[in-house]
Every structure is written in structure tokens, then in C-alpha cells.
């Protein structure tokens, strides 16, 4: 079974500053099928990065993913006051099919 | 535009059951895969399996079999999810999601439904 260990579990930043947000898989991901959602509270989550770098509709280019394998990257270039929310990564084609990280809360420092 | 509409919120209580209904519009309901998402207050994402709309065929997660069940109204491109013998363990934010198979990735969301199981 895979399994997706996102770290920091909460980061501290300021606006302006730059976040770096992990996600490693206990095995590689199949065809990078690695997407990350960004959470605010009440609210469903938003699709933002899929097959690892591909950024979804309408999201802006301060966020970009990277990485293949097992390990994944979230950066935000410069952290706006409507970024500070909680992102999770999720895998799909492993076992079981759909998998998600425990999440990063992303906090004003 | 796609949208994922969902009922409103249910207070029920143990050992009742619970429908929640998940309305499509905006694309063709039967060529992407439904699924339904978990969580529980203040914790995480839980996926709680998928039901492809096309063969109507669903598959559920561990932990899921048994008291949960998938259906469809192709009619009216509605999934639904019942739950049944509610614990108070069952008190979630429930969503339905459209799966993008060739993605890998889950592209629209409906806003959820909380079911509330408390005496």
C-alpha cells in the first residue's frame, strides 16, 4: 500500500517570502500521477498542480510543482495573503487507487 | 461550466441511515468516474472509493465496505452515497468529485455535505 508523508505538517511564513512544501511516496508514483489541492476552511478543495508539474486552470504561476518517483515539491514563489491555507498531495494508480498526504498548513508567521 | 451540487447538510441519528446526492451539469455525466471523499473534523482527505458512471460498477476503499454504498441516476446525472447503521464516527464533511482518469487527478469537487450523527 502506498502511502504519502507530506512535511512540514505546518509552516510559518510571511507574504512576499518563499514556501517549499514536500510530499514523499513509501513507493514511486505511477506515471507521476502526483496532484497537489490547496484547502481553505469551509471549502472543498481546489485543484492546483496535476501529473506532478502541470498547473491546473486559472492558477497562478507563483505555484509550481516538480519532482518524479517518490518525491514531490510544492513551491509558491512569493506568498500571497490568500495563499495561507492547508495543501494536500494525492497520488493515483497504486494501491489502493487514490491516496492522500495528511496535509501542510501553510500559517502567517 | 461543470458544476457538482450537493444536498444540504443531515443531522441524523445512530443507527439511521443517510442518502447524500451529488447533481452534475456541464459535461457528459457518464464518461468520468464519481468519487467520494471523507473528512472528518479538522483531519484530512480520506478517499472512500469511486463509482464508474459508465458501467455504474463502484469500488470501495478499505474501511468503507458494508454500511456504504454507491448508486447512480444517469437520468438526471446524479451519484448518490447512503450510508447506513450511522455511528457517531460517521460525522464528516462527505464530498463527490469528478475523477480525471487520464490525469490521474480529481478536477471539480462538489462543496461537500456534513452528515452530523449525534443522539
Known amino acids: 500500500e502506498i502511502v504519502l508523508t507530506q512535511s512540514p505538517g505546518t509552516l510559518s511564513l510571511s507574504p512576499g517570502e518563499r514556501a517549499t512544501l514536500s510530499c514523499r511516496a513509501s513507493?514511486?508514483?505511477?506515471?507521476?500521477?502526483l496532484t497537489w489541492y490547496q484547502q481553505k476552511p469551509g471549502q472543498a478543495p481546489r485543484l492546483l498542480i496535476y501529473?506532478?508539474?502541470s498547473r491546473a486552470t486559472g492558477i497562478p504561476d507563483r505555484f509550481s510543482g516538480s519532482g518524479s518517483g517518490t518525491d514531490f515539491t510544492l513551491t509558491i514563489s512569493r506568498l500571497e495573503p490568500e495563499d495561507f491555507a492547508v495543501y494536500y498531495c494525492?497520488?493515483?494508480?497504486?494501491?489502493?487507487?487514490?491516496?492522500f498526504g495528511q496535509g501542510t498548513r501553510l500559517e502567517i508567521k | 461550466q461543470v458544476q457538482l451540487v450537493q444536498s444540504g447538510s443531515e443531522l441524523k441519528k445512530p443507527g439511521a441511515s443517510v442518502k447524500v446526492s451529488c447533481k452534475a451539469s456541464?459535461?457528459?455525466?457518464?464518461?468520468?468516474?464519481m468519487i467520494w471523499v471523507r473528512q472528518a473534523p479538522g483531519q484530512g482527505l480520506e478517499w472512500m472509493g469511486w463509482?464508474?458512471?459508465?458501467?455504474?460498477?463502484?469500488a470501495y476503499a478499505q474501511g468503507f465496505t458494508g454500511r456504504f454504498v454507491f448508486s447512480l441516476d444517469t437520468s438526471v446525472s446524479t451519484a448518490y452515497l447512503q450510508i447506513t447503521s450511522l455511528k457517531a464516527e460517521d460525522t464528516a464533511v462527505y464530498y463527490c468529485?469528478?475523477?480525471?482518469?487520464?490525469?490521474?487527478?480529481?478536477?471539480?469537487w462538489g462543496q461537500g455535505t456534513l452528515v452530523t450523527v449525534s443522539s
Open positions: 456541464g459535461y457528459t455525466f457518464t464518461t468520468y468516474t
Open positions: 513507493q514511486s508514483v505511477s506515471s507521476n500521477y
Open positions: 468529485a469528478r475523477l480525471w482518469t487520464a490525469a490521474g487527478t480529481v478536477d471539480y
Open positions: 494525492q497520488q493515483y494508480g497504486s494501491s489502493p487507487p487514490i491516496t
Open positions: 463509482i464508474n458512471t459508465n458501467t455504474r460498477i463502484p
Open positions: 501529473g506532478a508539474s
